[in-house]
């Protein structure tokens, strides 16, 4: 394992490097989104695989909680006593010949690897990650742990890029696991939710280096219901945002070309413009005019539907699936079968548009293929995601419940990193596997060192 420097945790506590296990400062955490609150917690920061499997091997059975980027919205990574800061553990996992399987494709990382740093990583390989959310301030495990995904409809979420990884269980122990040793935990491990051991190293399955031919426009929403299943089944990722109390939607197709395709970048300025002046810094104060004017809400709209119909342009993957998301916001989402999703959607519409107050962000619909991991929300189905937002300073519980409710109809699986009120009953008649996930957390988890109040609700006592 290399131990280059790393940035500490997006968010979070003012970690302390903390020289040795003991003797720990306290501090508090709060996560991106302000819904998460932990005061008076240990950061420790272990240097190696031994100091972690010695602190967690120590007896005491205190909680530990690791800390990744805090960009959970639900209470999935609040720590409740121990937080490790995991930055040594990023980077390439040793040197090139070690870490890169070029011929395979399969590169070993640092789990605490913030996704911003793997393009570059990857670049001198000739590789690329195969898809990717629309941001890139989480760390790889964080991703994993919670089930991140981006859009596809013939691409699983992140997890499913996960070939093998090292992790400290509850007691202490290192494993590995991958498609020889262990493979039956990897369907667990890909998204563990922090609950089944700490990674400290991740293979990620890699594809050749890709450009992506990306093509924003704003439509209208007739438009987009007429053409539905074609929006999301012919480029190879579609996603669109719609704006409450209007008609219109920003599409975002995107098609991918090899490596060596011409590329027709954004220019530098016209970059900023899209991504930080009106996307982050105009739509951030205008968010924050609307809570006492409430009117400029349809403005609001329409500066943020100008911001994000960013025209065409082909660049590298990773500068096109990810941008600057700096204006704080809670978000509930949730994966429908994909074939209910546009009855479900059209059901979240009549909602926000009937909503006693104008709502200021938009719907956001992605979609993804059926993958075989056991936690993950396209476990067994193909799947289309619907995600509610609203500003930080807006409340956002009686939206969010009420939307809730509907995708319960659809037998709805929440995003474990966002809010949702779902607790283990529920989820148990969701998952199949379920009760397998469990029997699991009980082999690498007995004492449940890695249990907080959310994994409480989520998967038992
Ligand atoms: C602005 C914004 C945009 C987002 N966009 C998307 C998106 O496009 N798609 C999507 O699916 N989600 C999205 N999310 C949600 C986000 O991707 C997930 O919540 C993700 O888990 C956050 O990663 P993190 O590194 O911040 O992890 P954290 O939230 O800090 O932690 C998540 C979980 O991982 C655990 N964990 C951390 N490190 C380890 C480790 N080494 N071993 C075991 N467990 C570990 C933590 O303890 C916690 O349980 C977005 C969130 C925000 C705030």
Redesign the pocket.
């Given at each position: 394992m290399t131990h280059p420097p790393g940035p500490g945790?997006?968010t979070?506590p003012t970690t302390v490097p903390t020289p040795a296990i003991a003797g720990t400062p306290t501090t508090t955490w709060r996560?991106?989104?302000r819904t998460e609150r932990a005061e008076g917690i240990t950061v420790v920061r272990p240097r190696d695989l031994e100091e972690l499997a010695a602190l967690l091997g120590d007896g005491t059975g205190r909680p530990v909680?690791?800390?990744?980027?805090?960009?959970?919205?639900?209470g999935?990574?609040t720590p409740e006593d121990i937080a490790?800061d995991?930055t040594a553990?990023s980077g390439l996992s040793g040197p090139d010949d070690v870490a890169v399987d070029a011929s395979r494709g399969r590169v070993r990382l640092g789990?605490?690897t913030p996704l911003w740093q793997i393009p570059r990583l990857l670049a001198p390989f000739g590789l690329a990650m195969r898809n990717l959310?629309?941001?890139d301030?989480?760390?790889i495990?964080?991703?994993?742990?919670?089930?991140?995904?981006?859009t596809g409809a013939a691409f699983g979420?992140?997890p499913t890029q996960l070939v093998g990884a090292t992790?400290v269980s509850g007691d202490g122990q290192v494993l590995t696991v991958d498609e020889d040793t262990e493979p039956e935990l990897l369907p667990f491990i890909r998204v563990?939710?922090?609950?089944l051991?700490?990674?400290?190293e991740v293979t990620l399955q890699c594809v050749p280096a890709f450009v992506l031919r990306a093509e924003e426009a704003m439509r209208s929403l007739a438009d987009v219901d007429a053409g539905w299943d074609a929006l999301f089944d012919e480029p190879d990722h579609a996603e669109f945002h719609w704006f409450p109390g209007s008609g219109r939607v920003v599409t975002k197709t995107n098609t991918r070309l090899p490596g060596d395709s011409l590329l027709v970048p954004r220019s530098r300025l016209g970059r900023w413009v899209g991504e930080e002046l009106l996307a982050n810094t105009v739509f951030g104060g205008l968010c924050e005019v609307s809570r006492h004017v409430p009117w400029t809400v349809p403005t609001i709209n329409r500066i943020a539907t100008a911001a994000m119909g960013r025209g065409t342009f082909t660049e590298p993957s990773a500068r096109v699936f990810a941008a600057p998301?700096r204006v704080r916001?809670r978000?509930m989402?949730y994966a429908v079968p994909r074939a209910a999703m546009q009855e479900a959607f059209g059901r979240i519409r009549r909602l926000a548009d009937a909503w006693p107050e104008p709502i200021e962000f938009p719907v956001e619909v992605r979609v993804a293929a059926a993958d075989d991991v056991a936690l993950s929300p396209g476990s067994g189905q193909d799947i289309g995601y619907i995600a509610v937002h609203r500003h930080v300073r807006r409340p956002h519980e009686r939206y969010f419940a009420a939307a809730e409710r509907i995708f319960a109809d659809y037998g709805g699986r929440p995003?474990?990193?966002?809010v949702h009120g779902l607790d283990a009953d529920r989820l148990g008649a969701l998952y199949p596997r379920f009760g397998e996930a469990l029997a699991v957390r009980d082999r690498l988890d007995p004492e449940r060192r890695f249990a907080n109040p959310y994994?409480r609700r989520v998967l038992g006592p």
């Open positions: 945790p997006a979070g996560n991106w989104g909680r690791p800390l990744a980027s805090g960009h959970s919205f639900s999935i990574g490790l995991l553990f789990a605490a959310g629309d941001i301030r989480q760390t495990a964080g991703a994993l742990a919670t089930g991140t995904h981006g979420g992140l992790l563990g939710l922090g609950a051991g700490v990674l400290t998301r916001f978000e989402e995003h474990w990193g966002k994994l």
